[in-house]
């Protein structure tokens, strides 16, 4: 029995220095530590706001105001009309002018084909701004709809939806706090079984008009527009016909030209060849401006323009960049309006000025087109491999990352939170590069890609990013006949695959996974494997599991690696738990005290976080086999370490206090019971789990049944 635990009636006195508070606790249940709460999670205003140089569509902003009532269920309103119309900066614009009566915040997501389908990704997106921690979000995706609707009753949120292509994308983004409002951007789907099955409002924008039109030049303009010769001036006003993106790179033309270029300009546009109908209607006038302002390029930013089309993802970096053109070529684009940079990189003004760049770079030879692609991919690698390492410290990996990082300058600068946080911003980066060079046929880039990508979803819960690049990773790897990595990435994407329920696909994938490990010579790899291997059987199949680990250990022991360390600490940690599933709690005790012992102990260094949640479950296991004191010694150990990390874990101290609540109800000891059930309530709410509906259940039990009078035999 630990010296820690304390007698039957002794007294236990807290004091947490950090925090100037001093608590008593009497009878068995130890310390019980309070914690500054902290601040609420902030209102959410994840809407970007417009540019300085959004003009008009007045009309539409009035009538979306007019469907705006306190009072009233949540509405669906949706905003049609061709891609540069400014749909975008509409909703933004309504967002930014309406933030005071959307009290609850404002939530946005970007759907987008073959990277972002279903609606549970940004249901998990959701919550997790929301206030819900990552730990906290329920194992089931099937019950994310449901934890969304609980958490928005009590707000007035505005929600913007783009790129959706199906009514469910929308339907399972609607909040349910009244007065709630979801703005749809509509490019032409047919989303028309919304406007009658669920009541939805539908607009289309209309062109700007003349006066709207010179308004926005005159303000993206640096010098007077009076300096330019009036009918060219009108002449470039009708060819852009009201569309606002063909009047922003107008502008940038003029711009780029100084005073007196609208007449060379209108010589380019009426000399052009036939436009093509970009837009899908009869003016067909953004191509012609496309065209005008890429050829208004020096060859060297012409040359960046076409190299940046083939990039995968929406958003990139200066690194990128200049991998395949100087700085100067850059300034050029930004110059001209056709590449944007704000605070988290650098895009294409515009969706449609991608497929443009993408459409010319097809023209050139494929030789020449892809080696550039693969100049921007291994700048995009090696940022990605500093990160990964960053985060996830000298783990297994197939990856060969001295080798790929050698001579590459560490963009983090060695910060482990720069590189977290990088790794965030660059999700939907990840997602579409790695499915962009599938795509290509580029495989060891694809499989590279995947396996350090995990270091962002093997911390954030972003399962359907985690299936689609796994799966991918996978693929490719076995299209390169390379085993090892098509077992890693096989093992670790059974992981998402089994949490949505793909119960089929994730078997085949880790089946294989077992199977193909048998005959790489990596001990480090196998044990990984086996690991996975017993996740996967743990729920359904205890003794199975416990096989599983048992293997686990076997091949960790075996590889004589130091990274072996860690990986037999936490094999011994989960089977365990798996021990204690299978009803053998004397041996769950004998893992969980050693896995404690081993996670203490790591060569770089004591895992302070996993050895809290293995004495979370050394104190069930303790439980379990009648050993009740040594249990609450274990459970405090769990709550004091936890307590200690300056990471945010309060998904699992609330799992610690909520196991000490119920041993010390086993031991008689009600109050301390109630004061640790109440501190697991606190922090299951402050992360939002469903599981404080649970809690607060059974204390409400518990106090009404304090409330009964006695009976006439008491």
């Known amino acids: 029995m630990s010296a820690d635990a304390p007698g039957p009636h002794e007294t236990r006195n807290s004091q947490r220095d950090n925090r100037g508070q001093t608590v008593q606790a009497g009878s068995i249940g130890g310390g019980v530590h309070f914690h500054s709460a902290p601040d609420r999670a902030p209102v959410p205003r994840q809407v970007e706001p417009p540019t300085p140089y959004f003009v008009n569509h007045e009309e539409c902003q009035s009538w979306t105001r007019g469907h705006m009532d306190p009072d009233a269920p949540p509405k669906v309103v949706v905003c049609g009309g061709p891609r540069g119309i400014g749909k975008t900066e509409l909703l933004r614009m309504i967002s930014y002018t309406t933030g005071d009566y959307f009290t609850g915040g404002q939530l946005t997501f970007r759907y987008a084909r073959g990277r972002q389908e279903d609606g549970a990704a940004a249901l998990a997106q959701f919550l997790q701004v929301l206030g819900v921690h990552r730990s906290a979000l329920p194992e089931d995706p099937g019950l994310w709809p449901g934890a969304y609707r609980t958490h928005t009753h009590d707000r007035r949120l505005l929600v913007v939806v783009e790129g959706a292509w199906e009514p469910a994308q929308v339907r399972a983004l609607v909040p349910s706090g009244r007065g709630s409002l979801v703005l749809v951007s509509n490019d032409g789907a047919d989303l028309r079984e919304l406007k009658w099955a669920d009541h939805a409002r539908t607009t289309d924008l209309r062109p700007l008009d003349r006066a709207a039109s010179l308004v926005l030049m005159e303000r993206l303009v640096a010098h007077p527009l009076a300096e330019e010769d009036p009918g060219a001036l009108e002449r470039l006003l009708e060819v852009c016909g009201g569309l606002p993106l063909a009047l922003v790179l107008v502008s940038g033309q003029l711009d780029a030209g100084g005073p007196g270029s609208a007449a060379a300009l209108v010589a380019r546009v ?97 030789r020449g087109r892809r080696e550039r692609l693969r100049l921007m991919l291994d700048a995009y690698l090696a940022s990605l491999g500093f990160a990964e390492r960053l985060v996830r410290g000298e783990r297994l990996r197939v990856v060969d990352l001295d080798r790929l990082l050698e001579g590459e300058e560490d963009p983090f600068g060695g910060d482990a939170e720069l590189a977290r946080g990088w790794l965030s911003r660059e999700r939907p980066t990840l997602v579409a590069v790695v499915l962009g060079c599938a795509d290509a046929g580029l495989h060891e880039h694809t499989w590279r890609f995947a396996e350090l990508a995990t270091a962002l979803y093997l911390e954030e819960r972003y399962l359907h990013d985690w299936e689609a690049t796994g799966t991918a990773g996978a693929d490719a790897a076995r299209m390169v006949g390379n085993a090892a990595a098509e077992a890693r990435l096989g093992a670790l994407v059974s992981r998402p695959l089994r949490d949505l329920h793909k119960e089929d696909l994730a078997r085949e994938r880790i089946l294989r996974a077992v199977e193909l490990v048998e005959g790489v010579e990596d001990e480090l790899l196998r044990g990984s494997v086996w690991e996975f291997y017993g996740r996967f059987l743990e729920k359904d199949d205890p003794a199975g599991a416990i096989e599983a680990y048992d293997r686990s250990v076997r091949h960790n022991r075996a590889s004589g690696s130091p990274h072996a360390v860690r990986g037999t600490a936490l094999a011994i940690l989960f089977r365990g738990a798996a021990r204690l599933a299978a009803r053998r709690p004397e041996e769950a005790v004998a893992d969980l005290e050693d896995a404690v012992g081993r996670l203490l102990a790591l060569p770089e260094g004591p895992d302070d976080r996993m050895a809290a949640r293995a004495r979370t479950a050394l104190g069930r296991a303790y439980h379990a086999a009648g050993c009740d004191r040594e249990a609450v010694a274990a459970l405090n150990l769990a709550v004091e370490g936890f307590s200690a990390l300056t990471a945010h874990l309060g998904y699992y101290e609330a799992e610690a206090h909520e196991a000490l609540a119920e041993v010390l109800d086993g031991l008689g000891a009600a109050g301390d019971a109630r004061r640790h059930r109440a501190e697991a309530l606190r922090l299951f709410r402050e992360v939002g789990s469903p599981r404080a509906q649970a809690v607060e259940e059974r204390a409400s039990g518990e106090r009404d049944r304090a409330r009964e009078p006695a009976g006439p035999g008491d």
């Open 270 to 366: 009426d000399g052009a060849r036939r436009m093509l109908r970009a837009i899908g209607d009869d003016q067909g006038n953004l191509d012609v401006f496309f065209r005008t302002a890429y050829e208004g390029l020096s060859p060297r930013a012409a040359a960046l323009y076409r190299a940046l089309g083939t990039w995968p993802g929406s958003r990139f970096d200066r690194r990128i960049a200049a991998r395949v053109g100087d700085a100067g070529a850059l300034r050029e684009l930004v110059t001209a309006r056709l590449v944007k940079e704000d605070g988290d990189g650098l895009g294409f003004e515009h969706d449609l000025l991608r497929v443009h760049a993408g459409e010319l770079a097809e023209e050139e030879p494929e």
